[in-house]
């Protein structure tokens, strides 16, 4: 651990090289300077702007005197003249180094790619057989532009004869690394069994685990009885880790013993595997440990967390985890007449009171205690006397092999929650809900966790961070600083110039050392490091745990985040002095109170009533603040105006009446998919034989272009709307590939205003069953009818909302977190709106529009995430078959294919369901050209 207490001083040669930005850095600051350049100069030629109307409507006002001879001017550029042309400057140059950047960028994607063909063009250059090295090539990319040809290849093999096997295996691998783990499954059911153990056995296993853990635990136990079967040590150990993952801990256990009983198996195994499968057998024989009796007679267990787990890559190697601990430990350490047992933690903390400040010391209780190591992560790998009383704080965000959350703690851990924080949703199953509930109030580190807590009915309040009480641990000055210049920097990187003034020593938090350390030797590292902290002038640092201990200590602290919208931050940011020693006080006293409660041996129900009735008040506050939200302001247009302007210049083709049964369909472009819009509206026409009303949504398309694509459908009512005029305020947080037009559909029951039901469809789709069907359907009373969304990263509705609040600044996004959770339970499954069904009746009496359009202008949500969140659970399922994604869904059977991602059938890359693409497209041509050649 010493990397992490050593500080490195860089001399002049790297203080100059670390002062000269590369040159991607410099592009990329340039920009931002340039785009600050432009926000001023738009500002003061509107100011300029204002106040040449209001002198002229002065002058305008006041008659000219008589008689009087007219002024003589001199005719020279006025200042909003001179604005302008700087900004005209300004603009271009802004554009240039813009140019400038995307080149650069293109170049570097050209550049990776090349590099990632010319690897498996070396892989079976090597030896390789072509299937293994397609394989390891699907396994190896992870930029986004690589997997989008790796995925391209993966669909490619499938949808020929000779290569289906291994193109399905590799979508599936792609399916796996979106976390889509059931379509995976469906996709290597397709597949021999031969051909998975011999290409894909960890992914294989991995996929068997979950779908049929007995089945597959059963074959996999004959494989590791038969000499391991094909499956090397490396796939045994990789296998092994899917079974902790799956809390499998048998055949864990069983392949472990496997292993460690070959020294060839492993010697075959790389450093790090052979570390963590050690690991991996030692947690495990603690967690086999028999459960020890109730402590001695007397004596009083207090857990002190740890931060260890089954899986050692996961484990803690942060320093501000035991810094939080320490924290802890100096509210315990105040009760000076403790006296602790002779393990190593209790010597360390009877060595530790003496440096408790006078003034904070407790004299007046007296008890045994038995420190009791819990580790956070995975408390079920240690055996605990009961009870053992436990302040839980800190991050509950680590799932052991990135599968499964230790939680709630083993049995005989009685836990005080403070300083609790949690935003992984996974981790509050039904199991952890109820668990928090019966601890409950849980007091939080910040207010997100207030938030999802609060949401699952579990009382709740903002208590703030442990470690703004690790001051009391550090009494008397700080020793002198080596150098008034210097400036500690912790995991801080500096803009150019920022601290040129000074001299900078580097810290870091980050070790993997720790990993390995055990408790003692944590404390002991943060501890040091903190002491390091003290002899600096000033402390610059990105990590909250540095920040608000280094504050608690009194240093001058300059905290720069990230992102300072995180969801870690909310109430822990921009603290005066009163509120921050507020919140330091919260903290005290209420673990004051608690721990006295518990040292004079009270029973769990009375120690649990005393801590809610401690923290009663505080659940008010929070509810209150959670209560509390700015009015949503309105659209930045008139849309009752806007909408009457669009449907008076729409232009109609094809113009007659609505007919019975008709079926009403919206699409919303601009011109770069003008080309794609016959291939959809071919598909339709081709299944339905009823009526069709179709309305056109678009942005840079001549009614003219849509007018000749109404000849070629001539039974089909058009009326196209443009929205060219159309300007939303503030910038748009699209999604890649996602253009503004995608957002004018918000505006559907407005402009609509004449149609009831209306089944809107994305433009990279083909239609193969009847959408009068999907017009037709029962929505019950609901809104809107669409498809859930079986992409992890946007399941629920957290998701969608959290990543718009992400994107804000700190204030509006603390304001949006609070105000969607008020309106209502965020776990609701999200939907794709590539294919929705929509009752525009209900919809305009919800008033959608008004309350939609202010959440893509100042909450940087999309039209997507806007029309989850006004449904919310309000929706009616549709299924699969509607709105089959190649990606993500088996297309078999579907009745509507949709291209959602980054690979289209036009762009030139190919993807399942292309062809089908491809043949509407034809039959479109050959319906033109025959209306072509009869005039």
Known sequence: MADVLRGDVPNDDHRRRAREPSPAAARVSRLKLLQKRLEAARGALARERLLTAELKARAD??????????????????????????????????????????????????????AQHAALVRLIAQGQSFEAAVVRYTETGTDAKERKVARALAHSLAAHEGTASLGRICIALHALKDGIEDHAWALFQQVSSEMLWRLVPVHWAGCWLKADPDAAAADLQRRLEDDFGVMTPTHWWGVAKRAGGLQA????????????????????????????????????????????????????????????????????????????????????????????????????????????????????VEATVRPVIVDRDFSSGRTY?????????????????????????????????VSFH??????????????????????????????????????AFFSGCLTTTIGQLFAGPPAPHATDGDIALVDYRPEPGEFDDRRPVKFTHADPDIRAADIVQGLQAADDLLQRYRTYGVVATSRLHCYL???????????????????????????????FAT?????????????????????????????????????????????????????????????????????????????????DIAMALDRNLLGEIAVVIESITTHTSRPLGISILCRGIEAADLEDLARDYPRVRFRVFGFDTVTYANSLRLPPGVTVSTIDRLLLPNILSDVSRLVYLDIDIVVLGDVGELFDMDLRGFALAGKSSNYPV?????????????????????DLR?????????????????????????????????????????????????????????????????????????????????????????????VSGQDLHGAYRAQWQARRAARMAAG
């Open 61 to 114: 006002a006041t008659p000219a005197p008589i008689n009087e001879p007219p002024a003589i001017r001199v005719k020279r550029p006025s200042r909003a003249s001179l604005l302008r042309k700087r900004l005209d400057q300004v603009t271009e140059t802004l554009h240039r180094v813009r140019e400038e950047h995307s080149a650069t960028a293109r170049k570097l994607d050209e550049a990776r790619l090349d």
């Open 249 to 364: 801990f048998g055949l864990l256990r069983r392949i472990i013993e496997a292993l460690t009983a070959r020294r060839d198996a492993l010697a075959s195994l790389d450093e790090a595997d052979a570390q963590a499968l050690e690991w991996a057998r030692i947690a495990l024989a603690g967690r086999d440990a028999p459960n020890p009796a109730k402590t001695q007679r007397g004596a009083i267990s207090i857990g002190i967390l740890d931060y260890k787990m089954l899986d050692l890559e996961r484990a803690s190697s942060n320093a501000g985890d035991y810094v939080q601990t320490l924290a802890m430990l100096s509210n315990l350490l105040r009760f000076q007449a403790i006296r602790y047992d002779e393990s190593d933690l209790g010597r360390y903390l009877e060595a530790m009171k003496p440096r408790i400040a006078p003034e904070r010391r407790i004299g007046d």
């Open 385 to 417: 006397p009961c009870p053992t009383w436990t302040i839980a704080f800190g991050w509950y965000m680590h799932p052991n092999f990135r599968k499964f959350f230790d939680f709630p703690f083993a049995d005989g851990i009685l836990p005080i929650f």
């Open 422 to 459: 949690v935003n992984n949703r996974a981790m509050l199953g039904d199991d952890a809900v109820a668990y928090l509930a019966r601890h409950a109030p849980i007091g939080c580190r910040d207010w997100t966790t207030v938030y999802l807590l609060r949401e699952r009915g579990i009382p």
């Open 549 to 579: 201990p280094s504050t608690a200590l009194g240093l001058d602290v300059r905290f720069r985040p990230g992102r300072r919208s995180d969801i870690r931050f909310e109430g822990l940011i921009d603290l005066e002095a009163d509120a």
């Open 583 to 663: 919140m330091r006080r919260g903290i005290e006293d209420k673990v004051e109170t608690i721990l006295r409660t518990i040292l004079a041996g009270a029973a769990p129900e009375d120690v649990h009533a005393h801590w809610r009735r401690i923290c009663a008040a505080d659940v008010a506050a929070a509810d209150d603040y959670c209560a509390r939200f700015r009015p949503l302001p309105a659209p930045s247009f008139d849309v009752a105006a806007i909408t009457a302007d669009l449907r008076a210049k729409a232009s109609t083709f094809n113009d007659r009446a609505p007919e019975p049964g008709e079926i």
């Open 794 to 814: 946007w399941m629920y509705g957290h998701s969608m909302v959290y990543s718009a609040a992400g994107a804000l600044p700190a204030e509006k996004a603390w």
């Open 818 to 910: 609070r105000r969607m959770h008020a309106a209502g339970d965020l776990r609701f499954r999200s939907f794709n709106a590539g294919v929705l069904v929509l009752d525009l009746d209900r919809m305009r009496r919800d008033d959608f529009a008004q309350q939609a359009i202010p959440l893509v202008e100042d909450y940087a949500m999309n039209d997507q995430d806007a029309l989850n969140v006004y449904a919310r659970r309000d929706r009616e399922e549709l299924g699969v078959e509607w709105n089959a994604v190649p990606n993500q869904d088996a297309i078999e059977g579907a009745k509507i294919v949709h291209f959602a991602g980054s690979i289209k059938p036009w762009d030139g890359l190919y």
